[in-house]
Each structure stands twice: as structure tokens, then as C-alpha cells.
């Protein structure tokens, strides 16, 4: 008797190397596709997410292209698609989950990758100043990070006072 694997949709998030993915972006796109194809894998959709720097250096390279893809697999084959990225070195990682949460009609309908000239609020610090780049944050709601005024606070007026008590007493002492 023949087992029936039914395929179930995943989401993977493949990073490579962003001078490699400038030089050779279709022989990236091939080498992602390879790896799927050879798992029996369907690619339903794939592009360019973003380009940004690394959090540590990998394999002594500190920026990296993000690519999102998304396919029809069988549970089984994942951890064979995970082993050939490790083997293949044109992709430095991926990591990849399950989209039950996404429709295949959907899935080019995601939101498109914001660049900071788009977004609404700029916030600059010294070091991008004097760098010359620009970082955005939202707006966050300060409401949640207010305190508790009824917890009571120490008076922090008696502890120094306490102190400089004891050190005109430890000077006298000596003298």
C-alpha cells in the first residue's frame, strides 16, 4: 500500500549574500528554485524582500538579501531542503514555517517591502546624522509604558544624608 503525503503550504526566508545576489541575482533564483525542484517542491511565488545588514558577520559577510518564497511541499521534505542550503554556497540561511495562516490568492497580494523614504515619521540620531542615514520608528503608545503612581517610591533624600553622616563620622574618627 502507497502512502499519500499531502503537500501543505510553507514560507521560507532564504538569505544570501548582497554582493553575490547583485552580480548573480538569476543564478541565485536558479540555485533556490534547484534545491525545491530536486524536494519536488512547488514554487508558487518568489522575489527580492530586503536588503540589509547583518546583526554578526556570516561567513565574513555583514549585509545580506533577504528572499521570500513561498511553495507546496510535503512535510517530509523540509528538513532535506534545510540540509542542501547548509551544503549550497550561494545561501548563507533560510528558515522556514508552515503558512496555513495565508490563501495561495493571497500570497501576491502581501504588503510590499517599505523603504525609509516612505515611511511617515523620521528619527535621526547622532550617529546616523554624522553618518548620513536615517532611521524610522513608528508611533508607539506611550500609555502602555506609564507607571503606577500608587506604588510608593524610597526617599531617596534620607539614604544620602545617612551617608554623609557616616562619612563626617568616619573623618572625625581618624583625625
Wanted: aromatic share 8%; proline share 3%.
Amino acid at each position: 500500500m502507497k502512502t499519500v503525503t499531502k503537500s501543505k503550504l510553507y514560507e521560507a526566508m532564504f538569505l544570501v549574500d548582497s554582493a553575490l545576489a547583485a552580480s548573480d541575482w538569476d543564478g541565485i533564483n536558479v540555485a533556490i528554485k534547484k534545491i525545491l525542484k530536486k524536494e519536488k517542491a512547488k514554487v508558487l511565488y518568489m522575489k527580492k524582500w530586503d536588503e540589509r545588514k547583518l546583526a554578526y558577520d556570516i561567513r565574513r559577510v555583514s549585509r545580506g538579501t533577504y528572499i521570500l518564497c513561498y511553495f507546496k511541499a510535503p512535510g517530509s521534505v523540509i528538513q532535506q531542503v534545510e540540509r542542501d542550503v547548509q551544503l549550497s554556497e550561494k545561501i548563507m540561511r533560510v528558515l522556514i514555517l508552515r503558512a496555513d495562516h495565508i490563501n495561495e490568492k493571497d500570497i501576491e497580494k502581501q504588503i510590499p517591502v517599505v523603504t525609509p523614504e516612505q515611511r511617515p515619521e523620521q528619527v535621526t540620531t547622532e550617529t546616523e546624522k554624522s553618518a548620513g542615514t536615517e532611521e524610522t520608528f513608528p508611533e508607539q503608545d506611550t500609555a502602555a509604558f506609564s507607571f503606577n503612581e500608587d506604588l510608593e517610591q524610597p526617599d531617596q533624600t534620607e539614604d544620602t544624608t545617612d551617608y554623609e553622616t557616616n562619612i563626617e563620622k568616619e573623618q572625625e574618627q581618624t583625625q
